[in-house]
């Protein structure tokens, strides 16, 4: 195993950070009710990972049933409590609610203090504030950290580059966990940034949403011939010293060959590399109307999310990455400040964002090329329903919180 410093909080983790997302029925609610197997496959997991070297575990309140597995896991395992690094999160929006909240989780999670805790999910300004206001959730953290209950405080975000880079300027952060992959490279500014200030970069699933890389496309698989796409992204993103971990959503034992086959002795910039990356590069500068992410476009009155749009008619232009595409493309209008953004086919073609573009692109007509590509309404269907069984699981717990 590879371990790096992650920024000033000065601990060492491994470059594997051990997902806690998608544990077997970790997402059926309620959270409490562990089911045999989602416990059989959390301790098996966790076991495989700690015995391997991966000494940081990450997980959140969100995330259904998670730190309540993770509890159970660590205390069958009897794991000593010195030998891993635990990150959670969460999102109060008030300081009232957040001692509760981390008193609830260190409770799930069976520990007596956090090494990590981030606020989750700072994706707007609107949530920005909330969190840093004065006497609010991020001002009791610190006091938290002045208790003993967590070491070390940082963010997560799924927010546009400016209000990452205004969160890292608040200097009230030691760690921060956003996107940054080969695919999505939009935040590389953020991660520099994250890098100046010495704050630890954390990447959120670099192997699903980085790509959906599991299942490449044809067209991926030859480029990063000899390379896995898990191992070209994989070693992309620790090409930067300012990354420190990778998060993978483990759950079957196949998964560690898979992920740790990354791991190059920290020789991530060799020229060996090179001649992938530019073997990687060439389709993407063969797309025609290749739109360059800027976002100078936005907004847009009809409130579309026109850069990651044609970021997914980049990809499948480029690499025939529809299964990807088509993944994330149906997860717009469902998933809230998570992934904001509505249809393409919402386009009114008032032409407000044309004269922002400096690439002089056709927007309207990319945009209805790619929703006519890309929107599938079994899948958006699919999404819906999840988001409200979720949501419901949400309500029902502050209605009764004994009962989720
Ligand atoms: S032309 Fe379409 S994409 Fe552009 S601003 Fe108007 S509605 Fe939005
Ligand atoms: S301004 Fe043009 S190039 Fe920039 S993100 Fe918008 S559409 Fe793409």
């Not at 409490?32 to 997991?45: D, Y």
């Not at 300027?169 to 940034?193: D, E, I, K, P």
């Not at 044309?354 to 056709?362: A, S, Y």
Request: glycine residues 8%; charged residues 25%; aromatic residues 10%.
């Amino acid at each position: 195993m590879e371990y790096r410093r992650f920024g000033k909080t000065e601990e060492n983790i491994s470059v594997i950070t051990l997902g806690g997302m998608r544990f077997k029925h970790g997402w059926n609610p309620p959270r409490s009710l562990l089911p045999k197997e989602s416990i059989q496959n959390c301790i098996e997991i966790t076991r495989q990972a700690l015995e391997l070297g991966i000494n940081h575990i990450e997980t959140a309140h969100g995330y259904m049933k998670s730190e309540n597995l993770y509890g159970e896991a660590l205390k069958e395992l009897g794991t000593p409590r010195e030998s891993f690094k635990m990150m959670t999160k969460g999102a109060p929006m008030t300081g009232e609610e957040t001692r509760a909240l981390v008193e609830e989780q260190l409770d799930s999670l069976k520990l007596d203090y956090l090494d990590f805790y981030g606020w989750h999910g700072i994706n707007n300004e609107e949530r920005l504030k909330a969190a840093v206001k004065p006497g609010g959730p991020v001002e009791v953290l610190h006091r938290l950290r002045e208790e003993g209950l967590i070491r070390h405080i940082g963010f997560s975000t799924h927010g546009s580059l400016d209000i990452i880079q205004e969160a890292l300027n608040t200097n009230l952060f030691s760690f921060v966990n956003l996107h940054y992959y080969y695919f999505f490279q939009r935040n590389l500014a953020a991660v520099r940034l994250a890098g100046e200030k010495d704050i630890g970069v954390f990447i959120i699933s670099p192997n699903e949403k980085g790509g959906m890389l599991w299942k490449p496309s044809r067209k991926v698989e030859e480029a990063c011939h000899p390379l896995t796409a898990i191992e070209f992204n994989g070693r992309f993103c620790l090409s930067h010293p300012e990354v420190t971990t990778l998060s993978m959503g483990i759950h079957e034992p196949e998964h560690f060959s898979q992920n740790l086959s990354i791991l190059n002795g920290e020789d991530y910039t060799s020229p060996a590399s090179r001649v992938i990356q530019e073997k990687m590069d060439a389709p993407l500068s063969k797309v025609s109307s290749l739109c360059t992410l800027c976002a100078e476009c936005l907004p847009c009155p009809e409130e579309i999310n026109i850069p990651e749009v044609l970021r997914f008619r980049n990809l499948l232009q480029a690499y025939e990455m529809e299964d990807y595409g088509k993944f994330r493309y149906n997860m717009f209008e469902g998933e809230g400040h998570w992934f904001p953004g509505n249809f393409a086919s919402k386009c009114t073609e008032c032409g407000d964002c044309l004269p922002r573009c400096p690439e002089k692109l056709e927007i309207p007509k990319l945009l209805k090329e790619t929703h006519a590509n890309l929107f599938n309404r079994k899948a958006w269907f699919k999404n819906q329903v999840f988001q409200l069984a979720v949501s419901a699981a949400k309500f029902l717990r502050k209605l009764v919180p004994g009962l989720t």
